[in-house]
């Protein structure tokens, strides 16, 4: 449990009970304003974000009429050429040629038209057999240019109309001179969606195709076409298409003027952008090719999409491919793109006469700029109002506290007096007693301590006492008091607890039996007295050898042992060789010497007690005896 002081304790209670109040009540204030604020806030940016929702929608769907109604028109013209030309095929009018075309083989095998003579460019395949019927046809079928012609100046968007042949030849208005080096000499329709696309197995009910964006092999770059079958007998004879210039068509869309700085791009069916404004080519890090440059004799065997030329792989990231293909699919997909960490605000509509889809984006940060800025002038001054409480509380603070003190010094000072004394208590013989103060309740605590103090220190004395003559006793009891080494008793008090450790913790123990040679012949020689001073040489010595927790018993009258504790056998008889070697050198230039035997045993598990040891050191003492005294076994 953690301790305070009382000054603090008086402190705490006290200012708490000054302040708890006042900042309960401001602290609440301040997060009424913090919550009104952000509630404001959100029904901002909700009502913002609902507007820009519905105002960018409306624009965008605007714009997507106003294209569905030019595909429908286009729609239309392409049902006048297919209706013309399947009447061509199968009825088989004439018509007066003001110049007639003049046709001729080019050096690369294909027959082609030479003259301009104000109507279609005609090539055909060097594959394809130049008959007398396929004569006649390509002569007839300048019919066509009357209404390529006429459809051409009727829309800006149409940049040529032509009709293709299942006998790989093409009728291309307005002229394409030198035709047969536009197209690949072996020209195939069938290589071409503006050509598959129209057949029975892409368009069963025969209606009007639009082709997705492709690079032109005419060389009039990216473009998309509206496709009609021409069928005899119901026999495939080719397809009629009009072309339209992909800038002209989609340029109201990239341009289209959203709030708040908002860009628009447009998607196919499989989630690739085929048209985008060069923002947008920064934001999601793709370059659109815009205009195709063609090489001299670049000749396009088969279709290329724009949509071919990047993966969705190169997307920033993966959300944004999976958001444009949810959106394709008719999936749920997030109105909210992460893009190099900006947010994006996401806006879609179809293009219904298309595979085509109009998507806005809209930086949520430009959206929100206002009202952050709002936000955050309301936060700063919470902020500000917050500093200005806690300046406030910090000056009401230092005046309680001044006051706290003034109150706390009346009761506390004197506690500190007796605190003070307690840590003397037992230190100093002489006795001080407290003063008396102006407080009732602190008086009779001093009259009480000052009690206690007399009664406590007649008790210590009569402790001390007590406790002096009971050490003294058992030091007596378990001491040798000629040597000072531990006596016969403390030896089987210390051996029964410490054998019980040694076979429960695994650890070593040696033990030393150590015999003065020839002391009786000392004693008799010398006298007693000398002999006793030998027997308190002797522990001095062994004492100056071992270590502090080594211990020496005397075991007889000049027979002691010594206990090495986590000692084995080989470091015991280091110690006994060291003390048989300090022994002799003491002896040198004394009137009279002495000398030790030293037998040396260690403990193992199989050993019951002590005299085990002590049994197996007397065996290895008698060895050294036999060798000749003054050594070690």
Not at 191 to 208: G, Q
Not at 323 to 329: L, W, Y
Not at 584 to 602: A, L, P, R
Request: charged content about 25%.
């Amino acid at each position: 449990m953690k301790k305070i002081t009382l000054e603090s304790l008086i402190y705490k209670n006290y200012l708490k009970t000054s302040l708890t109040s006042i900042l309960f009540i401001e602290l609440v204030l301040v997060i009424i304003y913090f919550i009104v604020n952000s509630d404001i806030t959100q029904k901002s940016t909700d009502l913002t974000l609902k507007n820009i929702k519905y105002n960018t929608y409306e624009l965008v769907k605007e714009k997507s009429k106003q294209v569905d109604n030019k595909i429908s028109e286009i729609e239309i013209l392409a049902k006048i050429l297919q209706k013309e030309h399947q009447d061509f095929f199968e009825n088989h009018g004439e018509f007066n040629l003001n110049k007639k075309p003049i046709f001729d083989f080019a050096q690369n095998g294909m027959y082609y038209k030479v003259n301009n003579n104000g109507g279609s460019s005609v090539v055909v395949s060097k594959e394809t057999s130049i008959t007398n019927d396929l004569k006649e046809e390509l002569i007839r079928s300048e019919i066509f240019d009357l209404t390529f012609k006429t459809l051409l100046n009727h829309d800006g968007n149409i940049i040529a109309v032509y009709y293709n042949s299942n006998k790989n030849y093409n009728r291309y208005y307005p002229f394409l001179k030198d035709s047969y080096n536009v197209f690949p000499s072996d020209i195939k329709m069938k290589n071409y969606n503006f050509y598959y696309l129209a057949n029975e197995n892409f368009n069963p009910k025969k209606e009007v195709v639009l082709t997705d964006v492709y690079l032109d092999p005419a060389k009039q770059g990216w473009l998309l076409s509206a496709i009609v079958p021409i069928y005899k007998n119901n026999k495939l004879e080719g397809v009629s298409g009009i072309d339209i210039s992909l800038n002209n068509f989609i340029s109201s869309f990239l341009n289209i003027s959203l709030p708040y700085e908002g860009k628009t791009f447009i998607i196919n069916n499989n989630g690739k952008i085929i048209a985008m404004p060069q923002e947008i080519e920064e934001i999601l890090g793709i370059k659109e090719l815009e205009d195709y440059k063609y090489a001299e004799d670049e000749k396009i065997n088969s279709t290329i999409h724009k949509s071919d030329s990047y993966s969705m792989i190169d997307y920033p990231n993966k959300e944004i491919s999976d958001t444009f293909i949810n959106i394709v699919q008719d999936k749920p997909y997030t109105h909210k793109l992460e893009i190099n960490n900006k947010k994006y605000l996401l806006f879609t509509s179809k293009i219904k006469k298309t595979s085509w889809y109009v998507i806005s984006l809209i930086e949520e940060d430009k959206i929100l700029k206002d009202i952050k800025e709002l936000k955050n002038y309301y936060n700063k001054l919470g902020v500000f109002i917050i500093f200005s409480i806690l300046l406030f509380y910090a000056i009401f603070f230092l005046f309680l506290q001044y006051k706290a003190k003034l109150f706390v010094s009346q009761i506390n000072n004197p506690l500190l007096k007796i605190i003070s004394m307690t840590k003397d208590i037992g230190k100093n013989k002489n006795i001080q007693y407290l003063e008396a103060s102006s407080i009732f309740e602190i008086d009779e605590l001093n009259n009480n301590f000052n009690n206690l103090i007399n009664e406590l220190d007649i008790r210590t004395n009569e402790l001390v006492e007590e406790e002096t003559k009971r050490v003294y006793h058992e030091k007596l009891a378990s001491t040798d008091p000629l040597t000072g080494a531990f006596n016969r008793r403390y030896l089987d008090d210390f051996s029964e607890e410490h054998i019980k450790i040694l076979k429960t913790e695994k650890t070593d123990l040696s033990l030393l039996i150590i015999d003065l040679d020839n002391f009786k012949k000392i004693n008799d020689t010398y006298g007693h007295k000398s002999g006793d001073i030998v027997l308190k040489k002797l522990v001095n010595i062994a004492q100056e050898n071992i270590r502090e927790n080594d211990l020496i018993i005397r075991f007889g009258g000049d027979e002691f042992l010594i206990l090495l504790p986590n000692t084995n056998i080989e470091n015991a008889k280091a110690v006994a060789l060291k003390l048989v070697n300090s022994i002799n050198t003491y002896n040198e230039g004394k009137d009279f010497s002495f000398t030790v035997s030293i037998g040396v045993s260690q403990f193992n598990e199989n050993d019951k007690s002590i005299e085990d040891l002590i049994k197996r050191a007397d065996n290895s003492l008698y060895k050294a005896k036999e060798k000749g005294k003054n050594c070690i076994f």
